[in-house]
């Protein structure tokens, strides 16, 4: 099975504060992988890394086998084959819903609007969201704009997705419906890194799962045995601190 | 003043029963007899004041009013020179929304390579909004034509003054540009570049637009401003209305011609001022709405 992203000895400070202290961890294409760990433990900086939006201080991220740290590689072509979805949905807010999609696919891969347009419609459709296309972001509910940042980030048609937190600033009510669409994402055998709060989810969705802790990947494994059995007793310290806030 | 008084009794929370109605009723009364009262003791005041028959004439004058809107053989038509303002203001206000974008996106652009650049857009928009007006017109208006450039010499009065007044708003509208791609969420700019978008391309698409929707009232402020600095252009020798005003206020010893030029710089005014005004209302609803959804 050949890698789809590759992350070798991935380091990142912030000012004197090391927050990635050498990442290494292979996604194989259609694989999933949740990333768990408390907050601060870097899991969002490493999404950013990934796709090169935070530049990292040491380390090489391959994807499909390209090296896309190598020097001279540009970075906006790299970005377009990853896509992110952030926990805050970061919607264009004087854009409609369509605009919001076909917007990357027109001006930075110069499809033309009949063809971008029909794709993103066809996108939306799948997602239960077609009624909405000509709505601006702030007539939607929160679910329904994660669910347009994640079709927006799908219509450049990425080879893998990173997931950020989708969706840890959603109303309870709403986190079903957005997990539905990344677990159908997840079927269809879309490549995903995803870094999330919600411990069941990850337990169902995962093909492997990682405890970061301090910018270091603890202990990984499939998620029955991570969750049930962890070897290192942080990672069990954790899970027990999960369980009791009743979120396991 | 005055008729501001009926806000804070409309802004009260509303009162259970008639109460509050009874005090709106009265609110209305006090402020129309304050209103009545206040000019009638203004202009009590200006009919008594000592020579109030001569500043009628020498200023409200009908007939000089008139003569001056429309010119005489000898004196140049108030009306008339006030198109020249028009037409300085019109050009003037297309090269500034150019010329204060450039500067604004060439200060906000990164990276130590482009050090010089921003370094250029810094000393610009301290200079010229440092410098008054009136020098930067004599500096061009005067200064250049000396020099001997071919070309650039031997533009007409009024395109220097054209050009002065471009130099010095541009870098007042720069700053108000700026702080509209400020006010913009980080977060925007990388959403725009995870999807692949170019530095550029995110600028354009996605937080200018943003940027300078939240700037159109500050910019119109600034432009009502320069409406008005067309005027000082006739430093160089251009009769717009000021100067026009001055000619025939020289000449016919009368001042009406100066009231019918303030007029007509007012009455240009009114319309973009109020213009301003819904804006911000339309801003501060929309703000509200989205506070609430
Ligand atoms: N842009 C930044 N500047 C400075 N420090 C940052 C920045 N982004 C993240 N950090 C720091 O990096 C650490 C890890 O943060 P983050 O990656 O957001 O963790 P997580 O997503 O696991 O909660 C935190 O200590 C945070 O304060
Ligand atoms: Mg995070």
Known sequence: ?248 | MTTRGTGPADNLEPSPGRGSKVLGNRAVLVSSASTVLFFAAIALVVALAPGSGLVAERFFSPFHLWQSIRGTPGEPSVLGAFLLNVYIFAISEVFILVLALVIAVVRGIPGPVFFPLRLVAIVYTDVFRGVPLILILYIIGFGVPGLGIAYFSYLSDVTYGIIALVLVYSAYVAEVYRAGIESVHESQNAAARSLGLTRFQSLRFVVLPQAIRRVIPPLLNDFIGLQKDTALVSVLGSIEAARAAQIYGASQFNYASYVVAALLFVLITIPLARFTDRLIARDKRRRQAGGLA
Not at chain 1, 86 to 97: A, D, I
Not at chain 1, 175 to 198: C, D, K, N, P, Q
């Open chain 1, 1 to 248: 099975m050949s890698a789809a992203l590759v992350l070798e000895g991935i380091r990142k400070s912030f000012g004197p504060n090391e927050v990635l202290k050498g990442i290494d961890l292979s996604v194989a294409a259609h694989e999933v992988v949740c990333l768990i760990g408390a907050s601060g433990s870097g899991k969002s900086t490493l999404l950013r890394c990934t796709n090169l939006v935070e530049p990292i201080d040491a380390g090489r991220v391959v994807v499909e086998g390209e090296e896309i740290t190598a020097s001279g590689v540009n970075a906006d072509r790299v970005r377009r084959r990853i896509g992110i979805v952030y926990q805050s949905f970061n919607l264009f807010p004087h854009m409609t819903v369509l605009r919001n999609i076909t917007l990357a696919p027109r001006e930075a891969l110069k499809m033309d609007r009949k063809t971008a347009e029909d794709h993103a419609v066809s996108l939306l459709e799948r997602f239960g969201l077609a009624d909405r296309k000509d709505e601006y972001p702030d007539r939607l509910s929160g679910g329904q704009q994660q669910r347009v940042a994640i079709v927006r980030a799908l219509a450049m048609r990425p080879s893998i997705m990173l997931l950020d937190e989708v969706t840890s600033a959603l109303d309870p009510e709403l986190v079903a419906e957005v997990l539905s669409v990344i677990r159908e994402l997840a079927r269809e055998g879309m490549t995903m890194l995803i870094a999330t709060h919600e411990m069941g989810f990850a337990r169902d969705i995962a093909d492997r799962v990682c405890f970061l802790e301090e910018g270091r990947i603890l202990e990984q494994g499939p998620p029955e045995r991570i969750f049930s059995s962890p070897k290192n007793p942080r990672t069990a310290r954790f899970l027990r601190r999960i369980i009791e806030a009743g979120r396991l």
